[in-house]
């Protein structure tokens, strides 16, 4: 075979992804010799400690400069799977600059800098893939794109930290506590170095930069992003979902308003009937509507070594194809910045515990509160005393987040809560304006996109 048929590549980070590229690099090298005609090889893997007895590839060498991998001429293309977001960003910056494609699962790094690294992919001509950033293995990134981008995107929303939604599962399923069903995720290699990535909504407000930035071309600062994890959620909130007939999951979520693009990551209840509402375990999920397409719903396992090394070893074949290279599926070098409408004053049916002490009164107090800031009670649950006081819990019609915070400060402020508010947003089955009706989430029909 010669030089040209052979795609040479440098890895940076032998982890978890890293070791599923190069298990499926290798088992599955007779169908990527069919599908590309070149063979792929990984010439220099860049790790922390180079004297780590571990098994490589034949002919692969090891170093412990990841910027080598820049500077060598034999190497086509960077694939950096080693996160953090220093080193990375001059590794990708370098590697671009002496004319090598990239390929990179840094979600974290695209997300703020990815301004900068994509006008300069583009200065070069070069490929700078980032399937394996979004939801492991759904080809998100690909459909947006390329398959999609006859239409003009109204919504993008989705579960895409697998294992936040994992603890979700777990607390919902088996009756888990939070620590506990951290750590089981943990030990099946899905959470973060650091988890707090994870489970406070950090790791999947990156990925919905990254899917803002491709169904609309635009620019939206990770800091301005409203962002609420899953610390804290109690399983007492899950039991009052089920009882309304809604599921509680991490959710991200971009949609249109008038030309201004609302989004956050935040708990939130689902109903029942929709498919979003299902997705169970380390799985994420990803919901596009378009004004051709309609609703678009794609599943897949979000996190974990082989199917992010699926996405990694997609975005290597592309390049070893010669795709065409538009990163990020606009003509534009610079994309332009996001019009914002705040998450807060965004209209949703919202979700709202509040424990107080059974005391006469309180029910009015609150209903005078939440009348006061025009906010519309849609059902409503009181349950017996339990240790941290009475749990009333109750659904509303369509208000926003400015209302429903205001109303429960002014109720903490007079002293009637026990604890701080609990609130959460609620989708229902027409994308957020109804509240559902409470009956049946174990007998699901058929299902709502
Ligand atoms: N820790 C991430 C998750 C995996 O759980 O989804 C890759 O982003």
């Known amino acids: ?20 590229l190069v298990e499926m ?21 860049a790790v922390r400690n180079i ?15 990841p910027l080598e991998l820049a500077q060598d001429p034999d190497i086509d293309v960077v694939v950096e799977l080693m996160g953090g977001k220093d080193t990375a960003r001059t ?15 840094n979600k974290a790094l695209l997300a703020e800098h990815g301004e900068e690294l994509f006008a300069l992919a583009a200065e070069h001509g070069r490929f700078l893939g980032y399937e ?26 989705g579960i895409l930290n697998g294992t936040g939604n994992y603890i979700l599962s777990e607390m919902t399923s088996h009756g888990l506590d939070f620590a506990t069903a951290l750590t089981q995720a943990q030990a099946q290699g899905l959470a973060e170095a650091d988890p707090t990535l994870d489970v406070d909504g950090i790791d999947a407000a990156h990925k919905l930069i990254l899917l803002i930035r491709l169904a609309w071309g635009l620019h939206y600062p990770f800091p ?17 979902a089920r009882e309304f007939g809604y599921r509680i999951k991490l959710l991200g979520q971009a949609k249109e308003v008038d030309g201004k693009i609302e989004a956050g990551i935040y ?18 999920a990803v919901r596009v509507e378009g004004n051709a397409l309609g609703s678009l719903f794609l599943h897949g396992l979000g996190a974990g070594s082989r199917p992010t090394a699926s996405a990694v070893l997609g975005d290597i074949l592309s390049i070893a194809r010669g795709a065409e290279i538009n990163n990020t599926g606009y003509r534009r070098a610079l994309l332009p910045p996001a019009s914002i409408l705040p998450a807060e004053d965004a209209m949703t049916p919202w979700y709202v515990r509040l424990m107080v002490k059974d005391i006469s009164g309180v029910l009015r107090d609150i209903a005078g509160a939440m009348a006061e800031e025009n906010v519309s009670m849609a059902q409503v649950i009181q349950k017996a005393e339990c240790p941290e006081g009475v749990p009333i819990v109750f659904m509303t ?14 109720l903490e402020k007079e002293g009637l809560l026990l604890e701080q508010a609990t609130c959460y947003r609620v989708f229902a089955r027409d994308s957020g304006t109804e509240t559902g009706s409470g009956t049946g989430p174990e007998a699901v029909p058929e299902a709502d996109l």
Request: proline letters at 2%.
């Open 1 to 20: 075979m010669s030089q040209q048929e052979r795609l040479v590549i440098g890895l940076a980070g032998l982890g978890t992804v890293g070791g599923g």
């Open 25 to 45: 690099l290798q088992k599955n090298e007779r169908d990527i010799l069919n599908r590309t005609g070149r063979r792929i090889w990984i010439k220099t893997i």
């Open 51 to 65: 004297n780590k007895a571990r098994t490589l590839p034949e002919n692969c060498r090891l170093t412990d400069n």
């Open 91 to 105: 590794l990708i910056r370098e590697s671009l600059l002496n004319g090598k494609h990239v390929v990179t699962a």
């Open 132 to 157: 394996a950033s979004v939801a492991g293995a759904i080809p998100i990134v690909q459909t947006l794109r390329e398959s999609l981008a006859g239409n003009h995107i109204s919504s993008v929303m």
């Open 224 to 240: 301005e992003l409203s962002v609420q994890g899953i610390r804290g959620l109690r399983r007492m909130d899950i039991e009052f």
């Open 267 to 284: 708990p939130a209840l689902i109903h029942y009937t929709m498919l979003i509402a299902r997705v169970g375990g380390a799985y994420n």
């Open 397 to 410: 019609h369509a208000t926003t987040g400015r209302a429903i915070h205001a109303a429960t400060r002014k």
